[in-house]
């Protein structure tokens, strides 16, 4: 039965926009779903990416203590070595080994000795700076380089290196401490050579007693810089005791006090010479006790006029310490102390006072 025709022509709208409703909604459907693997797409793609930094990371980094390991190591310091050379730039290395390593494993476990040697790596990056890179070399043996830092700076951080680990507690091992070379690199060197210089300096340390820091000096330029002139100290051999500790302690004090008198001529903040003369008076007072204690088995006879002139020289020291502190440095009177009495006056004219007697009493045991 045909339709009345107020009927036909109501409709044909209604037709219209129900197709156009349906065309339309469909279109909506298509972008949603579009959408949708788009966003699915771009998350896979970060994910892979992810995936991508993950696996270059464990392929660069020791995956106990997250420092770099060999293979990460060696295309950097190859690059950082032609940047030195390039700008005539300075760059160190540090070598450092846990001392007594073995007896932590044999006595606590090797679950121990792994949390010693993260927490170890953990310590490190609390003072290392972002320019510096933190290497796991092998065993209980770490690298660190240092760009832009010369042999000076690189000693006065491998010391706060040795100073933070000796003084933090680890649960399951007795107290930990370190051994440290430090050697600079020098112009056209391979890096085996560098290396080996480094290590020749670990050697030494550990030699020595352990726990402690030796920079390797031997090849070290000690040209007047324009920057210092006339205030930087120079090295002779013809300053040498003939007693190996003693050298090495006479050439890190002249460095040291190099370094602070290139913090007071260069306007360094007072920040930095602070820390610079706190670490020269370590070392003065470890370089005091170890002569001593040499003195005394050698039967010096005038160690009690010795020890009373370390005893001098540190109290100036402490006072010098506390003035540069409290912000009432008279920085010619530091220059004066570091310059007369400590080298000239003390390192270069009394201890000469014992060489003969302590070599003589000590014969070869003495010697380097």
């Not at 991508?52 to 295309?75: K, Y």
């Not at 602070?260 to 306007?267: C, D, K, Q, R, T």
């Not at 920040?271 to 002569?291: C, G, M």
């Not at 001098?312 to 540069?324: F, K, T």
Request: proline residues 3%; glycine residues 8%.
């Amino acid at each position: 039965m045909p339709l009345p025709g107020f009927l036909h022509t109501s409709l044909f709208p209604i037709l219209l926009v129900g197709a156009a409703g349906l065309a339309w909604g469909k279109a909506m459907l298509r972008n949603r779903f579009l959408v949708r693997q788009t966003k699915d797409l771009s998350e896979e793609i970060r994910h892979l990416q992810e995936d991508m930094v993950r696996l270059e990371e464990s392929t660069s980094r020791d995956r106990l203590t997250g420092a770099w390991n060999r293979r990460r190591f060696e295309e950097a310091v190859a690059m950082e070595m032609g940047l030195a050379h390039r700008r005539r730039a300075p760059l160190a290395l540090i070598s450092l080994d846990l001392d007594h390593f073995k007896h932590i494993n044999d006595a606590y476990g090797h679950r121990a000795g792994d949390g010693v040697l993260a927490g170890a790596a953990a310590v490190f990056r609390t003072v290392l700076r972002s320019s510096d890179a933190l290497v796991r070399w092998g065993g209980e043996e770490f690298l660190v380089l240092t760009p832009a830092t010369g042999l000076d700076g690189a000693i006065n951080l491998a010391e706060r290196l040795r100073l933070a680990l000796e003084a933090t507690a680890f649960p399951d091992a007795e107290p930990v401490t370190l051994s440290a070379g430090v050697a600079e690199y020098l112009a056209h060197e391979p890096l085996d050579a560098w290396i080996a210089r480094t290590d020749g300096a670990l050697y030494r340390a550990k030699t020595q007693g352990r726990n402690r820091v030796v920079g390797d000096h031997a090849r070290s330029p000690r040209t007047v810089s324009a920057s210092t002139g006339l205030l930087e100290l120079i090295w002779e051999e013809g300053y040498g005791s003939g007693h190996h500790l003693i050298d090495e302690q006479h050439i890190l004090l002249f460095d040291l006090s190099n370094a602070l008198f290139s913090a007071i001529v260069e306007g360094l903040p007072i920040s930095v010479a602070e820390a610079r003369l706190d670490t020269l008076l370590y070392h003065a007072e470890r370089h005091f006790h170890d002569e001593e204690a040499l003195l005394r088995k050698a039967g010096y006879p005038d160690l009690d006029q010795h020890r009373g002139e370390h005893a001098r020289l540190l109290g100036a020291a402490r006072n010098l310490q506390a003035d540069l502190r409290t912000g009432c440095m008279d920085f010619g009177r530091l220059v004066t102390y570091l310059a007369t009495d400590l080298v000239k006056g003390h390192l270069l004219t009394e201890d000469c006072h014992y060489f003969d007697h302590l070599n003589h009493k000590l014969g070869r045991e003495s010697r380097a």
